[in-house]
Every structure is written in C-alpha cells, then in structure tokens.
C-alpha cells in the first residue's frame, strides 16, 4: 500500500476555490441582502435605465411635441433628482430611503405625460422601468410601494385628460394587477435563484472543506492523532453554517463494551464507557457494518446510555461504521440537540468516514512500515537502529547500564547445523535474554550473533544480577542438541554519561569475555578499573 506523506498531501491545489467568486459575481448583485446602490456596481446597473428614460424625454420633442414646456422641465428636474439621488451615500443610511429613487423616477413620467396632454403617445410605457428596477434590485414591500406610485401616475393622467370613470377604473386595475404580478414572479424567481446559490456556495463549501480534511487527515501517520483529527472535522463539515454545532464520538468495540476514543462537544459533557447492548443502534451498525441513523427514544436505550442522552440533550444521530482492511476499527457517532440529521448531513458524515478509512489505513501502513524498521524479522527484538536510538533519547537524570552478550560459537553451528539451526538457536536465545530481564529494560538483537540490554536505574552489582539470570535462563536451553553458550560485557553510566560511550565499553568487555574463553561475564566499572573476568557459577545473586 502506498503511503501518503504531509509533503505530499499538503501539495495538491485547491479546485474548488475560484468557482465561488464567479458564482458570487454572476448572480450577486440579484440575490442576497438588496444593496441596490452598491458602489462599483451602480453605473453598470443603472446604464440601459437611463438610456431608456433619456430617449423618453427626447421624444418629447418630436411631432405633435410638447403640450406644456413647463410640465417637461419638471419632468427633466426630477430627472436629474433622481439621477443625483442614485449617487448619495445610500450605504450609511437605512436601506428602506432606496425607494425614493424610483418613485422620484415615476413622478418624471408623470410630469413628462402631463406635458404631452396626457394624449397616448406610447412613451407612457417607460413607467414600467421602476417597476422593473425595484423588483430586480430591491425589497419585495419596495416594489409594491412602486408598483402602488404606478398605479396614482396613471390615474392622475388618467384624471387630467378627462377620461371617463369606467376608462380609469379599468387603468388603474389593468396597471395594479401587472405590477402586482411582475413584482410577484421576480421576486419568487429571486428566492429561488438565492436559495440555489446558498446551497451552491453550501456545497462548494463542504467540497473545499473535503479537500481540507483529507490533506490534514493523510498528513496525519499517527492512527490516534487520525481519529482525534478526523472526530473534529467531522464536526466542522456536517455542522450547518448558521445552526448549531452537532457533537461527534468515534466508538472503540472491545467485546460487549463500546469505549469513547475521541468526542467533540462545544458542551462540557462528556460521554463515558457503556456496554453495546444499552445503545438502540450500535449493536446492529456493528452487526451488519452499515451506518445508520435514527431518533434517540430514552425507552430503547439501558440505563446508562438513557442517562447521557439525557443529560446531553440529544435527540437524534447517525452512526457510521470505520472499516480498516476488512476490520471494524470503530464507529463515527453524530448527535444532534435540536433536529434530525438531514440527508445532506447524512452523506456528508459517511464521507468523512471514508476519508477517515483512508487515513487509518495510511497511518496504520506507515506504524507497520515503522515497526518494521524498528524491529529484527528473526527474533521479533528491537534491532540496532532501534537500540541507538533509545541509545540516544534515554531518560535523563538516571544511572544505567549497557549488557553487550554474544553468542558463543554460532559460527560452528551454521557450518556444521546448517544456519536453520543457528536461526533458531538465536531465536532460544532472544526468548530466554529478554524473560532475563526486568521489566522497563530492553533488548535489543545489534549484530549477527550479538545482543544488548538497556538496562535502566541500574549499577555493576543489579548490572551482574542480570547477568547472571540470563546465565540461568540459558542453563536448558538446547537447539539440535547443541547448547547455548554466551558471553557478557558491562558497562555502567551516570545520568551525564554518553549512551553510546558506554555501549562501546559493554561491547569491550564482551570481547574480552569471549578471548577468556566464552562463558564468562566481565564487567567495565569505568574507563580506570576493570575487574577481573566471572563465570557465571561465580556470581551471587541477591537476595
């Protein structure tokens, strides 16, 4: 399996970023909070308005011309009013004065059809412009103010020229109703594309979020940093932006009990150990393996997941089972206080399950790939490179002691046992030094036929017990009917003294056990006194 790396992770480019501008450029300035005026948008806005309206007044002048040259200066006053009025610094006052543009715009056309007689002469249309202009970009109640200013322009025209009640009733009506209904239609159309864009920039929020969490889930290789990772974005990405926040667990099954690995809860309760067949729907996820999600009834749960359901005031959840390399590795809890989970949170939570998965198998592969590494393939011991490094990063502000022990005559036993032979001998041999030891000590397999125990809190006389356990623990030990036959080197150090330093002299006094002819121990006191070399029967052990 291949392992991913945070370098490589963190590389991969965002794809999802630069869509949520466009999207917000496209179809901004029609949804949303109505800003009709907002700068940088205005002139872009308002540009085919104003065309229309000043080809209005124009027209004014062509044949039969104006009735009222007074009434068409009115009407280019409030004009230019309202042309002035859209530069006015709309964004520091309250958003409901917008609509004095439109309707200084409206009472333009009337001042402009009054000083054409009221006659028809098509320019009355232009009335529809505020109407149009308010339904795309302001408040629903702005356009039926607009729509109603509409309504009294054409009445009052309506009134001006002598027009019957019956004509006038039948304007009024006619203007009413399709003000009404152009207002309506917009302003539903508007809903729908905000709605539609909100779940756009939803979803594109929680696409970027997913590219998010698997770059710091897969830059993760320790499997519970993964888990405490993967609890917490679970959060962030199932919990709706404007609600509240859902509380997330991820569930260890051992046996009949389900154990709380990680939990996230902006509360400060936290949910404790319980036993599988008390939870409503654990015993089936982990049954069957398929996640499930459900409401939380009180009457279906034991008494002790009854008591944190109800102390953390949840209603309702979904669980998603996390399978590791056909393994149950645990389960994905999310609860929710106030509503079901939805089916958008659903998938959402079942996603980050995925990721989850991936990322376990990464880490996992890769505390494999380190153990390995770590360890010898023959004798399941810690191998040299392991050793120097506990070498290395040992506790301080401690004596030890380094046993350097290598095995008598192996090369023979190859030769003349075949090396079958001699790997199980050193197999034996592994097995008994290690039982030799005490506990928090470390052996660890440096060389082809040598062994060396770190040996923590220790002296020459607990350095020379040791020693002389695994002399004992040799004593049985046959292979092929050749026996096992060890010698030992010592050397002790201070809480100052260099790990390595004193490996080296273990090593020295090892070789010179060996020169006496094997079977012996030799202890290096330090680098001034060295004492004479022990068989093993000579050594006491305490008592």
Partial sequence: MQVLTGEGAGAEPSLVEPSVSRVERWVGSAVGTPRPFARGSTRTRIAPFAVVAVLAELSSALPPGPRSGTDICIS?????????????????MASGFTVLVPLLFEASVLWLRLGQGGVNTGVGIVILIPVIWTVLYHHRWESFVVVGGVVVVNFVVAE??????????????????????????VHDLRDRMSQALARQQELTRRASAMVSAARALTSLLAPDAVVRRGVDLAVDLVSPPDGDRRRAQYYRIDGAQVCVEHQADD????????????????????????????????????????????????????????????????????????HDIAEDEYEQLQAVARLLELALANARSHEQLQLQAMTDELTGLANRRSFEQLLDRRPGRQRFAVLAVDIDGLKLVNDSRGHSTGDELLRAVGRALDGALRRGDVLARVGGDEFAALCFDADHVAAAEIAARMFAALANVQVAGVPARISIGAACGDSLAQARSVHARADTAMYEAKRAGGMRFVSDLDERQRVVPMSPESIQLSR
């Avoid at 280019?76 to 520091?92: E, K, M, Q, T």
């Avoid at 009733?169 to 003000?179: A, C, D, E, Q, V």
């Fill in 76 to 92: 280019l006053g409030f004009l230019a009013a309202c042309a002035l009025a859209v530069r006015a610094p709309w964004d520091r």
């Fill in 160 to 185: 001006l020229g002598k027009s019957s009640l019956d004509v006038i009733l039948r304007s009024s009506g006619f203007w009413t109703m399709l003000g009404v209904l152009v207002a309506l239609a």
């Fill in 267 to 338: 509360g400060e309760f936290s949910i404790e150990s319980f036993a599988l067949a008390e939870h409503p729907y654990l015993p089936k996820v982990v049954a069957t393996m398929s996640p499930t999600r459900g409401t939380l009834s009180p009457e279906r749960a034991g008494p002790h997941v009854r008591f944190q359901m109800e102390t953390a005031k949840v209603v309702c959840g979904a669980w998603v089972p996390v399978v590791v390399d056909d393994r149950l590795d645990g389960v994905l809890a999310m609860n929710s206080r106030d």
